[in-house]
């Protein structure tokens, strides 16, 4: 690197001329290696910059022809997929064309399997709820399923399904005919549930341990019912239980658990007494007490005429009976004359009477005043339907049953006390009446034989008189 000596150091002294070119030739040599070194590191960045721009524009031109290549493929793809869709389109048609043909040719040879098919679906949808509701499907769960199918198809059905469609009611028509147990799950009626091996008696009725049970479709388990039969229906299904073989009578339910149904809605002699109210408590009541006083009477009844008849075969008087006091009265009074022996005896059946008809009115009030109650009851129970009437309308029947209830219940009531309790006072009256002219008559008898005797006197009397004339 050259230098330019200054003019002004020509006048310089030695010494100061040498430590100026010392200074001069150390700043120069700082001077020449910094830019030799970033003239040395700009030409390397500068090759190692063009090494790796040339690298990137072969990346770049290898995918260039890449790109290239695949823009081929795919243009070439296209064209045959082009060429191979016209194919199809043609195809398509042509198949469209023989499927129409085909379609037809079908129809026309199908003409009577149709009308089989349509027969078919209908008996289907008619068994499907048939055997939903039949007990038979808890051995049997599948056949709904197949049923439905068989209902819902639109295709012809097979020679296979057909063939298992007449099985299946083959089937239905054998079981209905059987006795038989199955396992079932019995559902009772506070919602417990238990595994209970179910007789079944054909599609009629089912019964597990002496009891009736109704199928529900719903669940398709066993219902056992809230309110069972009578006791000699119930030993019939204890019997059916079992028996192994042979013939066992049985109730059987024809309508396939409805009576059954009907039977637990329809009250009980308690139930049907409770919808009388206060007023069919009081007939029931007054009824007791008519019949308790009828048997009170005859038991009374039963105890004078065993004393009568007791005293008309004695000669003695025995106390204690009405006969008994006619004759101690008879006695006591035979010197007396005929009228004070009549009021003596009538004295006595008079105060005979009241004994033996104790009881007998209270009998008849009783069995007038029943259907009277009754009849109460019956205002009582149409004033609440009424009422019903006004507050709801005539829309929910139930919330008038209650007042018609007690209506027509109170009037059974009433009348139902009254026919036994007449037919008492009947009877207690009859006998107290026989008693009555029983005495009567044993007192008329005692009047006439006092007579005789007054008479027979008489006449023994005159004879004696007649007779003494005679002698003097």
Same mark, same amino acid.
Do not use: W
């Given at each position: 690197? !050259?230098?330019? &000596?200054?003019?002004?150091?020509?006048?310089?002294?030695?010494?100061?001329?040498?430590?100026?070119?010392? /200074?001069?030739?150390?700043?120069?040599?700082?001077?020449?290696?910094?830019?030799?070194?970033?003239?040395?590191?700009i030409k390397n960045d500068s090759v190692t910059e063009s090494q790796a721009n040339k690298q990137r524009e072969a990346v770049f031109l290898k995918d260039r022809n890449e790109q290239r290549r695949l823009l081929a493929e795919a243009k070439a793809e296209l064209k045959a997929q082009e060429v191979l869709s016209d194919k199809l389109l043609k195809q398509s048609d042509i198949n469209e064309k023989t499927l129409t043909e085909t379609k037809n040719t079908l129809d026309i040879r199908s003409g009577e399997l149709k009308e089989l098919f349509g027969v078919v679906r209908q008996f289907a949808g008619d068994n499907?709820?048939?055997?939903?509701?039949?007990?038979? @499907? =808890?051995?049997h769960p599948e056949r709904t399923a197949f049923m439905a199918q068989m209902a819902e198809s639109k295709e012809l059905p097979t020679t296979v399904s057909l063939e298992r469609f007449w099985l299946e009611i083959m089937q239905e028509m054998t079981e209905s005919g059987r006795v038989i147990e199955v396992p079932g799950t019995v559902v009772y009626g506070e919602g417990n549930e238990?595994? !209970?091996?179910? @007789?079944?008696?054909? @599609?009629?009725?089912?019964?597990?341990?002496?009891?009736? *049970?109704n199928y529900s479709p719903s669940v398709g388990k066993f219902e056992q019912l809230s309110r069972q039969p009578d006791a000699a229906v119930l030993e019939s299904a204890e019997a059916i239980e079992a028996a192994n073989a042979g013939y066992v009578p049985f109730y059987l339910d024809p309508s396939r658990g409805q009576i059954l149904?009907?039977?637990?809605?329809?009250?009980?002699? &308690?139930? %049907?007494?409770?919808?009388g109210g206060p007023v069919g408590y009081v007939i029931l009541?007054?009824?007791?007490?008519? /019949?308790?006083? $009828?048997?009170?009477?005859?038991?009374?009844? $039963? %105890?004078?005429?065993?004393g009568i008849r007791k005293q008309q075969k004695s000669e003695q008087v025995i106390k204690g009976n009405p006969l008994g006091d006619i004759m101690q009265a008879y006695q006591d009074n035979r010197g007396a004359d005929l009228e004070t022996l009549e009021l003596k005896l009538d004295e006595i059946v008079m105060k005979a009477v009241p004994g033996i008809e104790r009881g007998v009115g209270s009998i008849k009030l009783i069995a007038a005043v029943a259907p009277l109650l009754g009849l109460l009851g019956t205002v009582v129970g149409m004033i609440a339907t009424f009422q019903a009437i006004t507050l709801f309308g005539?829309?929910?029947?139930? *919330?008038?049953?209650?007042?018609?209830?007690?209506? *027509?219940?109170?009037?059974?009531l009433g009348l139902v006390v009254a026919v036994p309790t007449l037919f008492a006072h009947s009877? =207690?009256?009859? %006998?107290?009446?026989?008693?009555?002219?029983?005495?009567?008559?044993?007192?008329?008898?005692? =009047?006439?034989?006092?007579?005789? &005797?007054?008479?027979?006197?008489?006449? %023994?009397?005159?004879?004696?008189?007649?007779?003494?004339?005679e002698t003097a």
């Open positions: 690197m !050259k230098f330019i &000596k200054p003019s002004f150091l020509k006048t310089a002294t030695p010494l100061v001329l040498a430590l100026g070119l010392g /200074l001069s030739a150390n700043a120069a040599v700082a001077e020449e290696n910094t830019l030799q070194g970033l003239l040395n590191k499907q709820g048939i055997f939903q509701a039949s007990m038979i @499907t =808890v051995q238990e595994q !209970k091996t179910v @007789t079944r008696i054909g @599609t009629f009725n089912a019964v597990s341990d002496g009891k009736y *049970l149904s009907l039977l637990v809605q329809s009250p009980s002699l &308690k139930e %049907r007494v409770d919808q009541g007054l009824g007791a007490v008519g /019949l308790l006083l $009828a048997l009170i009477c005859m038991l009374n009844l $039963a %105890r004078i005429g065993s005539t829309g929910d029947p139930k *919330l008038m049953a209650g007042g018609i209830s007690e209506a *027509l219940v109170t009037t059974m009877l =207690v009256q009859s %006998r107290s009446r026989r008693m009555i002219q029983v005495l009567e008559e044993q007192s008329a008898g005692f =009047v006439a034989l006092h007579q005789e &005797k007054d008479l027979n006197t008489g006449a %023994r009397n005159t004879v004696g008189s007649v007779s003494a004339a």
